[in-house]
C-alpha cells in the first residue's frame, strides 16, 4: 500500500521569499513521486518527478525537489516565491508501471502576500 | 506534452437526472485512463481505472451502478453519473498515460464541475 502526507494545509509566504511545501511517503516499493499544481478549476500540471538516478529533481517554473530515501521525503522548494505561485499543490506517489494509479497527499495551498 | 481533454468544463443538472462526462486523449492513444473525484479544499480520490476494451476497475466505496464507465476507443472514456443527487456534486478529473512509456507522468484533464440542484 501506498500513502503521501503532506504536512500543511496552507502555507503563506511573502514574495521573494523561500517556499517549502513538505512531503513524505510511505511505498512498500520504490515509489514514483510527483509534484502537481492545481489553479481554481483547472486540472493539474506536473511540476516535476522522480523516478530513478539523480535524486534532486528540477522542475517548472523554478521548482524543485529532493527526494531523501532514508527521510521518506519529497519536500519541494523554490528560492523566490512570486505572486503567480499562489496555488494548491499536491504530492503524489505511484508503483512503477505504465498505468500505474497514483495517490494523491491532501494538498497544501500556498497563499504568495506583498 | 500530451493533451487530455474534458466535456464539459462544467454543468448543471436536475436530481435524478444523469450526466455524461468526457476524457478524450487528444495526440496520443490511452488504452488506461483513470477517474478522479475532488471535493472542494480535499485531494483528489481515486474513483476507477477504465481500460479500453474491458470492464473499468473500481475503486473500493465507488458504486459501479451508479458512476458508469465505459472505454469504447483509445481514445475516449466516458463517466456517466446516473440519478444524479446533490451529494454527487463535486469536481471530477480524469487522467491518462503514454502507453508504452515507463515512467511516464499522467497528463490531466482540466476538469468538469458538477452541481447537481
Known amino acids: 500500500a501506498q500513502s503521501v502526507t503532506q504536512l500543511g494545509s496552507h502555507v503563506s509566504v511573502s514574495e521573494g521569499a523561500l517556499v517549502l511545501l513538505r512531503c513524505n511517503y510511505s511505498?512498500?516499493?520504490?515509489?514514483?513521486l510527483f509534484w502537481y499544481v492545481q489553479y481554481p478549476n483547472q486540472g493539474l500540471q506536473l511540476l516535476l518527478k522522480?523516478?530513478?538516478?539523480?535524486?534532486l529533481v528540477k522542475g517548472i517554473n523554478g521548482f524543485e525537489a529532493e527526494f531523501k530515501k532514508s527521510e521518506t521525503s519529497f519536500h519541494l522548494t523554490k528560492p523566490s516565491a512570486h505572486m503567480s505561485d499562489a496555488a494548491e499543490y499536491f504530492c503524489?506517489?505511484?508503483?512503477?508501471?505504465?498505468?500505474?494509479?497514483?495517490?494523491f497527499g491532501t494538498g497544501t495551498r500556498l497563499q504568495v502576500t506583498l | 506534452g500530451a493533451v487530455v481533454s474534458q466535456h464539459p468544463s462544467w454543468v448543471i443538472c436536475k436530481s435524478g437526472t444523469s450526466v455524461k462526462i468526457e476524457c478524450r486523449s487528444l495526440?496520443?492513444?490511452?488504452?488506461?485512463m483513470f477517474w478522479y473525484r475532488q471535493f472542494p479544499k480535499q485531494s483528489l480520490m481515486l474513483m476507477a481505472t477504465?481500460?479500453?476494451?474491458?470492464?473499468?476497475?473500481?475503486e473500493q466505496g465507488v458504486e459501479k451502478d451508479k458512476f458508469l464507465i465505459n472505454h469504447a476507443s483509445l481514445t475516449l472514456s466516458t463517466l456517466t453519473v446516473t440519478s444524479a443527487h446533490p451529494e454527487d456534486s463535486s469536481f471530477y478529473i480524469c487522467?491518462?498515460?503514454?502507453?508504452?512509456?515507463?515512467?511516464?507522468?499522467?497528463?490531466f484533464g482540466q476538469g468538469t464541475r458538477l452541481t447537481v440542484v
Open positions: 522522480y523516478t530513478t538516478g539523480a535524486t
Open positions: 487522467s491518462a498515460r503514454v502507453p508504452g512509456q515507463a515512467n511516464t507522468e499522467a497528463f
Open positions: 503524489a506517489v505511484s508503483r512503477t508501471g505504465t498505468a500505474s494509479k497514483l495517490t
Open positions: 477504465s481500460n479500453e476494451g474491458s470492464k473499468a476497475t473500481y
Open positions: 495526440d496520443f492513444q490511452a488504452t488506461t
Open positions: 511505498s512498500s516499493v520504490p515509489p514514483y
